[in-house]
T-cell receptor
Framework: AQSVTQPDIHITVSEGASLELRCNYS??????LFWYVQSPGQGLQLLLK????DTLVQGIKGFEAEFKRSQSSFNLRKPSVHWSDAAEYFC?????????????WGAGTKLIIKP | ETGVTQTPRHLVMGMTNKKSLKCEQH?????MYWYKQSAKKPLELMFV???????ENNSVPSRFSPECPNSSHLFLHLHTLQPEDSALYLC??????????????FGPGTRLTVT
């Protein structure tokens, strides 16, 4: 069965430090992969996605992610975090189901920024 | 209005009440989704509508009843809920089929508390 694992429930980093959020997936075929961000009291916003091609994808707000097939990973990175990046981050894998393409979600990683 | 809107943003209801959640998308998409988001758990897909037809019902209890009168509007009718149904209910939309980017766009959610 398809699954997504985000091993870190919380991560705390200092403002200006680099960030890496981990995501591992289980899926038999080439996956479609997504990272979403959710600020408090808000819905989810797409940060970036990987479908094919270059395994390093750039997203909004200075984020990037790298697809590593051999490790079944799609880790999210940012070279220097800002206080406004404090939010919850969700990794998802897209799988075809009947007439729809559905997302299988990780449990999320809450990012805390230290001043 | 742009994007995906949801009303109400907050709802408190007793276990014997009947209420409805409303979602409207202004993106011209043909698929709409209801998700349940509980603390420390992955997003749970509840229902999917594709071209107004329900294509997924992920074993959701009958006390939740969806309605999709057209491709822009989605409702979730609630009756005789349980306290464990308290959660954030998120609506999303996407464009399925030819030309799909497989991205889902989310509303801000309705925070439901069942007393």
């Amino acid at each position: 069965a398809q699954s997504v694992t985000q091993p870190d429930i919380h991560i705390t980093v200092s403002e200006g430090a680099s960030l890496e959020l981990r995501c591992n997936y289980s899926y038999g075929a080439t996956p479609y992969l997504f990272w979403y961000v959710q600020s408090p009291g808000q819905g989810l916003q797409l940060l970036l996605k990987y479908f094919s091609g270059d395994t390093l994808v750039q997203g909004i707000k200075g984020f990037e992610a790298e697809f590593k097939r051999s490790q079944s990973s799609f880790n999210l990175r940012k070279p220097s975090v800002h206080w406004s990046d404090a939010a919850e981050y969700f990794c998802a894998v897209g799988v075809p189901m009947d007439s729809n393409y559905q997302l299988i979600w990780g449990a999320g990683t809450k990012l805390i920024i230290k001043p | 209005e742009t994007g995906v809107t949801q009303t109400p943003r907050h709802l408190v209801m007793g276990m014997t009440n009947k209420k409805s959640l409303k979602c409207e998308q202004h993106l011209g998409h043909n698929a709409m989704y209801w998700y349940k988001q509980s603390a420390k758990k992955p997003l749970e897909l509840m229902f999917v509508y594709n071209f107004k037809e329900q294509t997924e019902n992920n074993s959701v209890p009958s006390r939740f009843s969806p309605e999709c009168p057209n491709s822009s509007h989605l409702f979730l009718h609630l009756h005789t809920l349980q306290p464990e149904d308290s959660a954030l209910y998120l609506c999303a939309s996407s464009q399925e089929g030819q030309g799909s980017s497989y991205e889902q766009y989310f509303g801000p959610g309705t925070r439901l508390t069942v007393t």
